[in-house]
T-cell receptor
Framework: DAGITQSPRHKVTETGTPVTLRCHQT?????MYWYRQDPGHGLRLIHY???????DKGEVSDGYSVSRSKTEDFLLTLESATSSQTSVYFC???????????FGPGTRLTVT | DAKTTQPPSMDCAEGRAANLPCNHS???????VYWYRQIHSQGPQYIIH???NNETNEMASLIITEDRKSSTLILPHATLRDTAVYYC???????????????FGKGTKLSVKP
């Protein structure tokens, strides 16, 4: 357990509405990540952060934005949710010096 | 694409050792072998990683062949709670961000039976 929490754990929203998912860590790790997991695709990296206000895109970043104003919080925003963004979203941190990643419990998002 | 090959499924009797194989024939000299598992509906859980020497921790042992083209994860006394999908991942260590990105393949579904 690397002190990672995600909120909300479950959310149902309508197409076109904005949604923000929060990842919170308690141990001041520099790197934080957002993944999504879908049947047949495994886990795919959306965005990651390497410090406060420092973020970069991953493999499937279209339709998502992120922000990190504090070390402990990494927010994932869907500006206008679509049904294709129905998924399970996992946050992760990586630990110095070998950067193995530890994952949060996940957020199940359903866009109707 | 994942750089590893794993059997899609395996069974193991409770209390016995579970030996999960992984082929990574194109592994580079600076790439480590990582193992993760995912129990149904939970986030992936880090198990162990290694470069070329065998490694052991409280969860498992990792045996890497001398040519580093394959490895085996060993759960010494499997329990029902070890039922999960196990992922073998090859990546460069020492980097976060995109260089340290984990690429998950399909993994091996391990079923531990009473």
């Amino acid at each position: 357990d690397a002190g990672i929490t995600q909120s909300p754990r479950h959310k149902v929203t309508e197409t076109g509405t904005p949604v923000t998912l929060r990842c919170h860590q308690t141990e001041n790790h520099r790197y934080m990540y957002w993944y999504r997991q879908d049947p047949g695709h495994g886990l795919r990296l959306i965005h990651y952060s390497y410090g406060v206000k420092d973020t970069d895109k991953g493999e499937v970043s279209d339709g998502y934005s992120v922000s990190r104003s504090k070390t402990e919080d990494f927010l994932l925003t869907l500006e206008s949710a679509t049904s294709s963004q129905t998924s399970v979203y996992f946050c992760a941190i990586s630990v110095d010096p070998t950067y193995e990643q530890y994952f949060g419990p996940g957020t199940r998002l359903t866009v109707t | 694409d994942a750089k590893t090959t794993q059997p899609p499924s395996m069974d193991c009797a409770e209390g016995r050792a579970a030996n999960l194989p992984c082929n990574h024939s194109t592994i580079s000299g600076n790439e480590y072998v990582y193992w993760y598992r995912q129990i149904h509906s939970q986030g992936p859980q880090y198990i162990i990683h290694g470069l070329k020497n065998n490694e052991t921790n409280e969860m498992a042992s990792l045996i890497i062949t001398e040519d580093r083209k394959s490895s085996t994860l060993i759960l010494p006394h499997a329990t029902l709670r070890d039922t999960a999908v196990y992922y073998c991942i090859v990546r460069v260590a020492g980097y976060g961000g995109s260089q340290g990105n984990l690429i998950f393949g399909k993994g091996t579904k391990l079923s531990v039976k009473p």
